[in-house]
């Protein structure tokens, strides 16, 4: 029987608080949700790449909270969790303006690793696309 910080209910959990913190560039709580060797790989409409570590992630989001923007949206459509010991992966898909200032569709894949008595977001894959795509 699976603890109860291992079951799909806490990654949904830790999902929710990330998208709440995320979209409200709460940089503070960013800091303690990704793992130290987090790593996004952003695939955007015209199939360019861009790559993110942690702290060059963070001061994205530190950047347009500076700037002024005040909430992104918080929508998601929940397509899949799968835990398997101390990793999990959700797959999921966002509308949210937050990487190129239009509103875009985001399909999601998100890993997730239990260290330090937690669940740390390891790995984020993202492909942009229009709304209407």
């Excluded at 995320?22 to 409409?45: C, G, N, Q, R, S």
């Amino acid at each position: 029987m699976p603890t109860p910080t291992h079951t799909k209910e806490a990654i949904r959990a830790a999902m929710d608080h990330l998208i709440d913190r995320a979209t409200k560039f709460d940089v503070e709580a960013l800091e303690t949700i990704y793992h130290k060797d987090f790593h996004t790989t952003l695939v955007m409409p015209d199939s360019t790449v861009a790559t993110y570590g942690k702290e060059d992630f963070i001061a994205h989001f530190r950047k347009q909270a500076e700037d002024g923007k005040t909430q992104l949206n918080s929508w998601a459509d929940w397509h899949d969790f799968h835990v398997l010991g101390d990793t999990a992966v959700c797959v999921l898909t966002r509308k949210h303006s937050g990487m190129s200032g239009e509103e875009m569709q985001l399909l999601c894949n998100i890993e997730w690793r239990f260290e330090d008595g937690r669940w740390q977001v390891l790995r984020e894959q993202i492909f942009l696309r229009p709304l209407d795509s």
